[in-house]
Nanobody, 115 residues
Framework: QTQLVESGGGLVQPGGSLRLSCEAS????????MMWYRQAPGKERELVAR????????TLADSVKGRFTITRDNAKNTVYLQMDNLKPGDTAVYYC????????WGQGTQVSDSS
């Protein structure tokens, strides 16, 4: 059974940092591109960051460039999203996604502005 489990969300003040983790099971992430999405209240889900399988090249949404970093640890079967200089507009549920034989999503982790 394949599964994605996100963790690391929480309350954070503007300018603060969080690191989200997405741990995969049932398959090896080394063969797949991995993605982070987010969905804010009343808004559509949007792609935040993507990391390729081969070479690990990354793509970031314009709204998070220079503040967020996506990395992968294939040995730990985990993808990370380092979020620095957080802004109120970053408040959302953050989801991990992968296309294997099917489209898979995690359950999400909440990131909220504590101000």
């Amino acid at each position: 059974q394949t599964q994605l489990v996100e963790s690391g969300g929480g309350l954070v003040q503007p300018g603060g940092s969080l690191r989200l983790s997405c741990e995969a099971s049932g398959f090896s992430i080394r063969y797949y591109a991995m993605m982070w999405y987010r969905q804010a209240p009343g808004k559509e889900r949007e792609l935040v960051a993507r990391i390729a399988a081969e070479g690990g090249s990354t793509t970031l949404a314009d709204s998070v460039k220079g503040r967020f970093t996506i990395t992968r640890d294939n040995a730990k079967n985990t993808v990370y999203l380092q979020m620095d200089n957080l802004k109120p507009g970053d408040t959302a549920v953050y989801y991990c996604r992968v296309h294997t034989a099917e489209d898979q999503w995690g359950q999400g982790t909440q990131v909220s502005d504590s101000s």
